[in-house]
């Protein structure tokens, strides 16, 4: 028969057989107990250890300011509450060596709730820390590759779609223009599946930022429709608006990001509906002084989705099945975006179909109220004046993109001056006047951050010339390094003619409109 442990006897099992280290003090913080693991972290035995200041054996430094922790005895006596700490401290051993620790310190409390003393129990988290900055030296990675291969393939993608347009302009017959449609068809597409890879790059390193400006929620509506609907004019389909007049029209939000989620949910219903109709339906289901909660639907009358299919239809790389894959193609990552993107905003989708019938998306969610004011249609407007009477300097080392923005600014009847280099533009600036200067970042010698800051530092009194980037570099990062190098605005590369007219009216506005 097995001899019945004593109550001492069963603590000291107890703790010799736990995995983290745990030492116990009593009320006058003096150690009282002490597992293995805690005599071989911290290099003291217990025979050393009883009866000291805990005090004396766990020396704790912050990890940041390497300043001595407070005593979590003192500290747990104090409040008669558990004390917790992650990876944010360093414990110091008995030789004087360190390692990254993560403790916590609980008071040890009779049946009538009064406190005898403290029980700590830390680890050592050295390899949990190595961990971590291998996973985050690893995303960087990712993203470094991801943003360098987003570069090299949308350079010549600017001049592939760039010189389509250029193309477009110049007289044609039928079948020119047939072949001519599709390369630009292409070419959107291929840049559509570069947007969504690195969209999802970026939400997923939870490095998408949303902006919260006001626009007109019904302008929006409309564009992304029309934007659609360009791109497949041969479909015979009714495309449809309907906007409820209780709902205010200025809201605060990203309307870029959310402008990406209809234009994907409208290009998803007109992809996979042959013949009846797209509809955009705004609705507003409640409303008070300073917020509205929307419900926005995109319905088609499209092939529908199997009821065992929606459940996958938001994983990323998914579609309903391969057949729909090979006969639309896509990569199975716009609605995994598009919900990310919506989970940020707040909002949330869902999705009722019928196969053979269509489908409808819908999308809730509450938006703080924008100021009513007419201004904010004028701010949201797309089409730009067409002439400028202005003289611009284009940086911009690539021939193809140097004859296609060119081309593209003397057909709004800007004078250009092109320069080859990021010296070229500084002694260009020097010597001349210019309304603008459209800037490539990626140069060799000097690039555009060092040109930019070398202008602003020459700029003399208080004109300030428009610097705007031109650059294939589509990151959030990109675009701090443009800001912080002096740039006032960014049109990313492969850019279209209405890229370029918006960023002028937005700069030049109507002062040098021609007349």
Not at 153 to 164: D, S, Y
Not at 183 to 208: F, M, P, R, T
């Amino acid at each position: 028969m097995l001899k019945a442990l004593s109550p001492e006897q069963e603590v000291a099992f107890t703790l010799n057989s736990i995995g983290d280290a745990v030492i116990s003090t009593t009320i006058d913080g003096l150690v009282s107990r002490m597992n293995p693991v805690a005599e071989s972290l911290s290099g003291w035995s217990f025979d050393k250890a009883k009866g000291r200041k805990l005090s004396e054996i766990m020396q704790i430094v912050d990890v940041n300011n390497r300043t001595r922790a407070d005593d979590p005895v003192s500290q747990v006596i104090g409040s008669g509450k558990t004390l917790y700490h992650e990876i944010d401290s360093i414990f110091i051993r008995r030789d004087g060596s360190e390692f990254p620790v993560a403790y916590s310190a609980a008071p040890i409390v009779d049946d009538e709730g009064e406190i005898h003393g403290v029980v700590l129990v830390f680890n050592n988290v050295s390899e949990l820390m190595q961990a971590g900055l291998q996973a985050e030296a690893s995303t960087q990675a990712k993203s470094r590759f991801l943003a360098t291969m987003s570069h090299e393939i949308r350079t010549p993608m600017n001049g592939v779609i760039g010189m389509a347009q250029l193309l477009e302009d110049t007289p044609l017959n039928g079948e020119q223009i047939q072949y001519l449609q599709a390369i630009i068809k292409s070419g959107n597409k291929l840049l559509g599946i570069i947007n969504n890879v690195l969209d999802y790059s970026k939400l997923d390193a939870s490095k998408a930022y949303l902006e919260s400006i006001q626009f007109d929620l019904e302008v929006l509506g409309r564009e992304s429709l029309q934007i659609c609907a360009a791109r497949n004019w041969e479909k015979p389909l009714d495309i449809e608006f309907e906007f409820d007049q209780q709902c205010p029209r200025n809201i605060m939000g990203d309307p870029t990001r959310l402008g990406q989620v209809l234009t994907n949910l409208i290009g998803n219903a007109i992809k996979f509906t042959e013949q009846g109709f797209v509809k955009l339906a705004v609705r507003c289901e409640s409303l008070d002084e300073k917020t509205v909660n929307l419900c926005i639907e995109v319905s088609d009358s499209g092939i529908g989705i199997l009821p065992a299919e929606i459940e996958d239809l938001f994983t990323e790389f998914s579609q309903a099945d391969q057949a729909t894959t090979r006969r639309f193609g896509g990569t199975g990552l716009g609605l995994a975006i598009s919900k990310k993107l919506l989970s940020l905003m707040g909002c949330d989708i869902s999705i009722t179909s019928t196969p053979g019938t269509g489908s409808c998306f819908s999308i809730r969610g509450q938006f703080r109220l924008g100021a009513q004011e007419t201004e904010a249609k004028k701010n949201n407007a797309t089409l730009a004046p067409s002439n400028y009477d202005a003289r611009i300097l284009l940086v911009e080392d690539i021939p193809a993109n140097q004859l296609i923005a060119r081309k593209m600014l003397q057909k709004m009847g800007i004078t250009v001056d092109l320069a080859k280099d990021g010296q070229q533009a500084i002694d260009c600036f020097e010597r001349d006047c210019y309304d603008l200067i459209l800037m490539d970042c990626r140069m060799p010698e000097v690039d555009g951050y060092q040109a930019t800051a070398e202008i602003r530092k020459r700029e003399q009194g208080d004109v300030r010339i428009p610097i705007i980037a031109l650059t294939a570099n589509a990151s959030e990062e990109d675009r701090i390094l443009c800001q912080q190098s002096g740039m006032d605005d960014v049109v990313t590369k492969p850019f279209r003619r209405i890229d370029l007219q918006n960023c002028l009216k937005r700069w030049l506005g109507n002062q040098n409109l021609a007349t």
